[in-house]
Nanobody, 118 residues
Framework: QVQLVESGGGLVQPGGSLRLSCTTS????????MGWYRQAPGKQRELVAV??????????NSVKGRFTISRDNTSNTVNTVYLQMNSLKTDDTAVYYC?????????WGQGTQVTVSS
């Protein structure tokens, strides 16, 4: 079964930057879509950014111009998606989850905490 390993979360001051990464375990095919979602305390999980392959990324309005999603598809069996987060705000505080969508199933990562605080 495919698994996702996330890294890069942490504590940062407002205006700072973080880079999240998410790597799949080996699989026989590449995900159709890889993306990032987040869930703040007391709120529902929401889309942050998704990157289809092929295709162009989609961003939540709240992160447009500040976050950039990118993928490393150089390997057919292992894929990595990144989320570069700049100009972070306190409202960006949440657990960030990676998701990979394959033809027949979805896989979620375990989540990584991002805290933006002074």
């Amino acid at each position: 079964q495919v698994q996702l390993v996330e890294s890069g979360g942490g504590l940062v001051q407002p205006g700072g930057s973080l880079r999240l990464s998410c790597t799949t375990s080996r699989s026989i095919s590449s995900p159709n879509v890889m993306g990032w979602y987040r869930q703040a305390p007391g709120k529902q999980r929401e889309l942050v950014a998704v990157s289809p392959s092929p295709g162009s990324p989609t961003y939540a309005n709240s992160v447009k111009g500040r976050f950039t999603i990118s993928r490393d598809n150089t390997s057919n069996t292992v894929n990595t998606v990144y989320l570069q987060m700049n100009s972070l705000k306190t409202d960006d505080t949440a657990v960030y989850y990676c998701k990979a969508t394959y033809s027949r199933f979805d896989v979620w990562g375990q989540g990584t905490q991002v805290t933006v605080s002074s």
